[in-house]
Structure formats: structure tokens, C-alpha cells
């Protein structure tokens, strides 16, 4: 069961880290208020290209800090959950 548990862990913070680049790529598009094919360089120039790139940049700065941060909360909590036994019994 710990195994599940574990990789269905994983697996969320997979699925957050492509979401959020996803979102930060929305996001910026959004922001330009540019849906066409302009922004994508199918029809614009380098310009619109570079955007995206810095809005997958972006998203992905966004995605590793966010998904770092609860990574090392899980860490930090599965670290307390296997020391309060110890406690437990100290007491």
C-alpha cells in the first residue's frame, strides 16, 4: 500500500510540473491577448517566437519551484511521521 501511496505522489507532482508549464504558456499568450497563430511563429516573425520561448521559460521556472516546494514538504513530513514513534515511546 506505501508503494501506491508513494507513486501516486509522484505521479501528482508530475502531472503539476507539465500543467504549470502549460499554464505559464497560456498564461503569457493570454497576456499578449494573442490566440491566433502570430504568437506561435506560424505566421509572425522572430518576435512572436521569442515570447513563447520566454513564456516556457517561464513556466518552467514556475513549475520547478512550486513542485520543489512540495517535494520537500512531503520529504519533511514523511521525514516526522518515521521519527514519532520514537517520541512516542520516549515518553
Same mark, same amino acid.
Given at each position: 500500500?506505501?508503494?501506491?501511496?508513494?507513486?501516486?505522489f509522484?505521479?501528482?507532482?508530475?502531472?503539476?510540473?507539465?500543467?504549470i508549464?502549460?499554464g505559464?504558456?497560456?498564461?503569457g499568450?493570454?497576456?499578449?491577448? %494573442?490566440f491566433?497563430? %502570430?504568437?506561435?511563429?506560424?505566421?509572425?516573425?522572430l518576435?512572436?517566437?521569442?515570447?513563447?520561448?520566454?513564456?516556457?521559460?517561464?513556466?518552467?521556472?514556475?513549475?520547478s519551484?512550486?513542485c520543489g516546494?512540495?517535494?520537500t514538504?512531503l520529504d519533511?513530513?514523511?521525514?516526522?511521521?518515521?521519527?514519532?514513534p520514537?517520541a512516542?515511546r520516549?515518553?
Amino acid at each position: 500500500m506505501k508503494f501506491i501511496i508513494i507513486n501516486s505522489f509522484r505521479t501528482m507532482v508530475y502531472v503539476a510540473y507539465i500543467s504549470i508549464i502549460i499554464g505559464g504558456i497560456a498564461l503569457g499568450i493570454y497576456q499578449k491577448g %494573442e490566440f491566433t497563430g %502570430e504568437l506561435l511563429g506560424l505566421t509572425g516573425g522572430l518576435a512572436q517566437l521569442a515570447d513563447f520561448a520566454v513564456f516556457a521559460f517561464g513556466g518552467w521556472v514556475a513549475a520547478s519551484l512550486i513542485c520543489g516546494l512540495i517535494v520537500t514538504l512531503l520529504d519533511i513530513r514523511d521525514d516526522i511521521n518515521d521519527r514519532l514513534p520514537d517520541a512516542r515511546r520516549d515518553m
